[in-house]
């Protein structure tokens, strides 16, 4: 089955840009997806289709791909930004949404 | 915009059926994909099912043979059960629509989750 590997955990001090990893194969061949999500809360769509920014979300943050690794990019982090950030795709071949195990951004 | 809102159950007992409803208001559930996402304790999202209005299905390959999602769209309402939980199926449930009128579109709106204990 379709798999989507993101690291735990990533820390950066505030101001500083965060990138948050999602591997996957053949990922540049497919649409990613990335939520934001505050504890008790329930996820937002931050970046969607790898690179496109839903209207509400800050120019702050940007996804961008190459080959098997998409990224999420959070420039001029905030204390706000302190989250658990899933990256997501449809995996067209078995018809499956697969969500990535999830990032806690940890702003120091 | 539109909104969503789960309904069921906050505890099940082991072998029993998990039911939960989502209602979604604001909008027409008409033309869209709708999904039951899930979430244990301290674990990261688990896609359950989705369903579209016509009432095609498609279900996580690990959980098909528990797994029933239907849709009634003169309620404007779709639900999920779960069959012969377990504790393992403790979670917060969330309902979710797909935007556009495609699947492999982002999730574009949520409900707030309903949590859900198997004791």
């Known amino acids: 089955s379709y798999g989507l590997t993101q690291p735990p955990s990533v820390s950066v001090a505030p101001g500083e840009t965060a990138q948050i990893p999602c591997e996957g194969d053949?990922?540049?061949?497919?649409?990613v997806h990335w939520y934001k999500q505050r504890p008790g809360q329930a996820p937002v769509l931050v970046v969607r289709?790898?690179?496109d920014r839903p209207s509400g979300i800050p120019e702050r943050f940007s996804g961008s791909d190459s080959g098997s690794t998409a990224t999420l990019t959070i420039t001029r982090v905030e204390a706000d930004d302190e989250a658990d950030y899933s990256c997501?795709?449809?995996?067209?071949?078995?018809?499956?949404?697969?969500f990535g195990g999830g990032t806690r951004l940890t702003v120091l | 915009q539109v909104q969503l809102q789960e309904s069921g159950p906050g505890l099940v007992k082991p072998s029993e059926t998990l039911s939960l409803t989502c209602t979604v208001s604001?909008?027409?559930?008409?033309?869209?994909?709708w999904s039951w996402i899930r979430q244990s304790p301290g674990k990261g999202l688990e896609w359950i099912a989705y369903?579209?209005?016509?009432?095609?299905?498609t279900y996580n390959t690990s959980l098909k043979s528990r797994v029933t999602i239907s849709i009634d769209t003169s309620k404007n309402q779709f639900s999920l059960k779960v069959y012969s939980v377990t504790a393992a199926d403790t979670a917060v449930y969330y309902c979710?629509?797909?935007?556009?009128?495609?699947?492999?579109?982002?999730?574009?709106?949520w409900g707030q989750g309903t949590t859900v204990i198997v004791s």
């Open positions: 997501q795709v449809w995996d067209s071949d078995s018809d499956q949404v697969v």
């Open positions: 053949n990922l540049h061949r497919r649409g």
């Open positions: 979710a629509r797909h935007a556009g009128e495609a699947v492999g579109y982002g999730i574009d709106f």
């Open positions: 369903i579209f209005s016509n009432g095609d299905t």
């Open positions: 289709y790898t690179t």
């Open positions: 604001s909008g027409s559930i008409n033309k869209s994909f």
